[in-house]
């Protein structure tokens, strides 16, 4: 905050000490790392980068201390660290919960001429495969979300021990793809339960969708998730 402070102005924590601060990466250094609109002023132990203009999706709070934005802050460390540091950085901003990569995306777009955009592209191209799905109904609900604007869930990931067909970590939803063939036993409808109440007993909440209403009620399914995601 100090260092923001000193550079005045719509000043922003950036690069590798906005990483720090987001829980991206460790860094050792001792320069504090600061974007600002000004033309650049020395100050001891700060590093300055100077940006004409910082657009407001750009800019974010935390912990009180005013810092670039997560996906802004992978993009300025693209221009600075190996690509094996950027890609811890992207893989633990999926990790908490924090990757978007429709934010990232639209940054790129109006980013043009950023030395970062190369590698960063480069990292991302592991995001942009179709996710790892097991079924024809996991195809058909992410087809859907696609269809209908909503933010990719995460296919298949395990969370307090479970596996879980899709997830939306930052909004702690998770939805379960229920076919007859899979689920329509009595034992798999007592695992299912006990499934539900460790997901939610760790802080998430489940949605669960059946193949017969995916096919039948595709809007009322859209309408259902996209609720939940803006409740959080």
């Known amino acids: ?6 550079c005045g102005g719509p000043a922003l924590l950036s690069h590798r000490s906005a990483a720090r601060l987001w829980g991206l990466l460790n860094t050792s250094t001792y320069t504090t790392e600061v974007t600002t ?9 700060i590093g300055l980068h100077r940006s004409r203009r910082i657009h407001v999706e750009d800019r974010a709070v935390r912990n009180g201390i005013p810092v670039t934005s997560v996906a802004r802050t992978l993009l300025d460390l693209a221009e600075v660290v190996p690509r094996r540091r950027l890609d811890r950085a992207l893989e633990q901003s999926e990790r908490l919960g924090l990757f978007d990569l429709r934010v990232v995306e639209r ?5 043009r ?21 097991r079924s024809e109904l996991e195809r058909r609900f992410l087809d859907l979300c696609d269809r209908a604007g909503l933010p990719r869930p995460a296919a298949n990931m395990f969370l307090a021990g479970q596996e879980v067909d899709m997830v939306w970590s930052a909004q ?7 076919g007859h063939d899979s689920h329509g036993t009595r034992a798999a409808f007592e695992r299912d339960r006990v499934r539900d109440t460790m997901l939610q007993l760790a802080g998430y909440r489940v949605l669960r969708v059946t193949d017969r209403r995916l096919e039948a009620e595709p809007a009322q399914v ?6 939940l995601l803006d409740r959080v």
């Open 222 to 227: 859209v309408g259902a998730v996209r609720r």
């Open 37 to 45: 609109g000004r033309s650049p002023e020395g100050h001891p132990g």
């Open 1 to 6: 905050m100090a260092a923001v402070l000193a």
């Open 107 to 111: 940054l790129m777009r109006r980013s």
């Open 172 to 178: 702690r939803l998770v939805v379960e793809l229920d």
């Open 113 to 133: 001429g950023r030395h970062g955009l190369r590698p960063l592209k480069a990292a991302l191209r592991d995001y942009r495969l179709p996710a790892f799905t």
